[in-house]
């Protein structure tokens, strides 16, 4: 039904050709302007969400079909529980009924399903979902789709301090010891590369309290579509733009 409503992409071009051999390793996605998609359709937000997962089945596709190793989605907020409780229920039904109706497929085409944030705060049905999610995909090869869930970048860093802080307690790790590179593997981000390209549709600005640590030198891409009429063409012009920036990482432009 919410098929109805998708309107034609103004700004998505179809002749962008993206350079196969620098594919971004990690990319990640505040997946933003469901409500607001909605609203400008006269739809309550809960279609917004709907039309939204339709973009999820398809942009997993293109990043695993075009060779991204980890795509890092937002997909709930350690704020977001500030919602209304109607419509945290209706994202959370959302969730299982796309891992229910995507994990065979997920699985065929060797996506393993990871999640980071403290998702045992979620209803213990989503809870169930994952980890059935998880086991089932996690010996697959290929795209590493990690849910961003109940997930907050101050709070992924506090957790992984006092995790630390344990570890030094117990005399595994000395406080001398302690560099960048270290501190990274008490995140829920370990062993998986910083995300080279974070993208945020829906005109926002602003990280809202994602991967504040990992994104240390990632690069921007921003754009006004929302979420739900967002397609594999802006994730080309993304990598497109991206491919075509310097990124000097504090050096010199290279040559
Ligand atoms: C993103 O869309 C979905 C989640 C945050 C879960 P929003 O619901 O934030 O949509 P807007 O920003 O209100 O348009
Ligand atoms: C960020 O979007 C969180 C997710 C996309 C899951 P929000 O819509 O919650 O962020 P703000 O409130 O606009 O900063
Ligand atoms: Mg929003």
């Not at 419509?87 to 039904?93: D, G, Q, R, S």
């Not at 501190?183 to 974070?198: A, C, E, H, R, V």
Request: aromatic letters at 10%; proline letters at 4%.
């Amino acid at each position: 039904m919410w098929k109805f409503f998708a309107k034609k992409n103004k700004n998505a071009n179809i002749n962008i050709k993206i350079d196969m051999s620098n594919i971004p390793s990690h990319i990640a996605i505040i997946m933003d302007g469901n409500g607001r998609w909605a609203k400008e359709r006269n739809l309550p937000r809960s279609m917004g969400h709907k039309a939204g997962v339709e973009t999820i089945r398809e942009i997993v596709k293109e990043c695993n079909k075009i060779g991204v190793k980890y795509l890092t989605l937002y997909a709930f907020s350690t704020e977001n529980w500030k919602r209304p409780p109607d419509e945290v229920n209706t994202l959370m039904k959302l969730l299982v009924e796309y891992l229910r109706k995507e994990v065979e497929e997920l699985h065929s085409n060797n996506v393993k399903i990871n999640t980071i944030g403290d998702i045992q705060e979620l209803p213990k049905v989503c809870i169930e979902q994952l980890k059935e999610a998880r086991n089932k995909t996690q010996h697959n090869k290929g795209l590493v789709l990690n849910l961003a869930l109940n997930y907050g970048g101050r709070d992924e860093i506090l957790r992984g301090m006092k995790l630390l802080y344990e570890d030094v307690k117990k005399g595994i790790v000395s406080i001398e010891s302690i560099n960048e590179s270290k501190f990274s593997n008490y995140l829920y981000t370990k062993g998986m590369p910083d995300p080279d390209l974070i993208i945020r549709p829906s005109g926002e600005q602003r990280l809202s309290n994602f991967l504040i640590w990992q994104c240390a030198y990632s690069e921007f891409w921003y754009s006004t579509i929302k979420w739900p009429d967002f397609k594999k063409e802006h994730i080309h012009k993304a990598i497109y733009d991206y491919q075509n920036r310097d990124r000097r990482f504090g050096g010199v432009e290279s040559e």
